[in-house]
């Protein structure tokens, strides 16, 4: 019995290490969804054709340099359906997306791009409104909008409208962060409860036979990731802000890309009983779904407590928790321990129970 | 007779003195055509709800400084209908679009972010062929698509695909270029045949019962900004890619900010002939159509026929030409003399004749 689990886990883990290679017909809604497909069209499509070391990286944020400035650049689509919900709307999204990217690189988002495409005949209210919260939520973390650009698209060529930002920052010179350099014993935190915001999504588009109270998560987490680099320093490995795919999906690639084992205590994770609830009735488990104002981080065992301590003191990351460990083995997976003393293998998400979720 | 045209001119001027305000009820294909309604809407909702500094300088790309460093960073949509067309793609449009905002800021071009939009069901060939564009374009041009972004929406909500690409550049230190340093005596210049994008769309459209064989300028126009810069250096006043509405519409850009008054020779203004034709059948000035590698800039006198000379020498610059010049009155207007000796008003584009043209 345990040489059989011993050579599935072999073989999953050969399959792992295999070049990803985009070989399907047709896009799906999957590899829009953060986890696995995308994994595969991003690595094997779009990194194998615009090739160089920023982009290998494969960061939520690339690291530039540029006439002697450190900067980080990202970039961030939004087609989230409701375009307002629960907590939060489109645009708020779209100011907070980017720069949580450029964030949790490093770095302190300093500037915003805003590209609009609108179908035609939309209310221009709600233009308006989305414009006022994107000035708004850009105001709060102090990050202009800089330039944008619109495109209007003929009625049924778009849902309302998308928005994509795009940001740059300025990289914390006290932080070297990098997936591969996550080692045994290092320490997983996560700022806060977990999948608000794609339960928020899924409430609000009325999919569930259930009216419960919760909202989005969309916040900037620039503050919680200048606690993190404060509290810890070069302890700090890595931070990701986990979105589409959750934190199933961010600690999956994490452990790839360092080549580790990491165990997730179940009861460890901060989930709000609501949130759990809606979770279990869909039947989706709250690791894989987005959230919008969180930051999973992998610290050194030294700096641990502090940067826990560091995090519970700043607004927004009262519920804090050390959630996992790193291991050496099994390489490049990762395990949830549950609540009856069981271990199971949590995957990257596959498929996509949400679309449109941001 | 002539107090009456003194009067309407007058009035026209008092009108486009007023500030733009954004009062529509819905948004039309107008708000995307680049045009007067896209001016009244970026101006009156988008920089008012933003306003900061390197916004409202309205220009293409926002100039800005970061840790030193003196950066242009933009972003531009891309919606081309259809995919594919005679000298190009969306891909190969998404790099050269933003790649032409940031050079013609005066910036070398340095990094690009590709964030896409796609409909479920897509072939996966044609990403895949976009994707090689847009790696082969990028590479040409020596800029790296460094960081994107994926989003999957279902059939019916997008239009096979969009891109939105952003970019960073390096501002050349010998220009400070603003349509507010437009003086009397300036010459306007523009580096070769115009129409040529907008007219391969309208041609591949299958619109006109025409078969001609015109090709999309779409190309980076770094080169021939590096040439201006080069040989006018300080006289080089503004630099502007003339996409949605034309050359037409940038000069009537220019002509408002400087509050000066621009004549352009019609006959001086290079237009292939099988692009003339098209747009005569069609009714379309070639003055309102999108170019897609092409810039018009503004020179001092005493430098316009060096920056002529640098442009003719550059690759893609062989039909550069004086297309007019710049004077006092009328203030913020652009006035044509037509090859029969008369002049008129050219206004900025109003409505949509080409909509979906980048």
Redesign the interface.
Known sequence: MADLEEEVLARIERQRKLKAR?R??????????GGKT?HT??EG??AS??G?E??DEMG???R?E??????S???????VKPLTFPGGCIGELAVHGTINDVAVSGAKP??L?????????????I??EQ??A??DA?SRAGV???????????R????GM?I?T?G?G?RDPRVNLSSKSIKPGDQILCSGTIADHGTAIMLARGELELEADVESDTASVWELVHALITSAGSDLRVMRDPTRGGVATVLNEFAQDANVGMTVDEEAVPVNSVVRGACEILGIDPMYVANEGKVVAVVGPDSADAALAALKATPGGERAAIIGNVQEEPEGMVLVRTGFGGTRIMDMLIGDPL??IC
């Open positions: 985009f399907d017909e047709h896009i799906t809604m999957a590899h829009g969804a995308t069209l991003v499509l779009f054709a615009f160089n920023a982009l939520d944020a690339a530039l540029v006439d002697g400035a450190m900067l650049f990202s970039t961030d689509g939004h087609v300093s500037f791009s805003a590209a609009f495409v609108i179908e035609e005949g939309l209310d221009a209210d233009l308006r414009v006022a994107m000035a850009a202009p909008i800089v330039t944008g650009d619109t495109k209007v698209v003929e049924g060529k778009c849902d998308y994509v795009a740059i300025l679309p449109r």
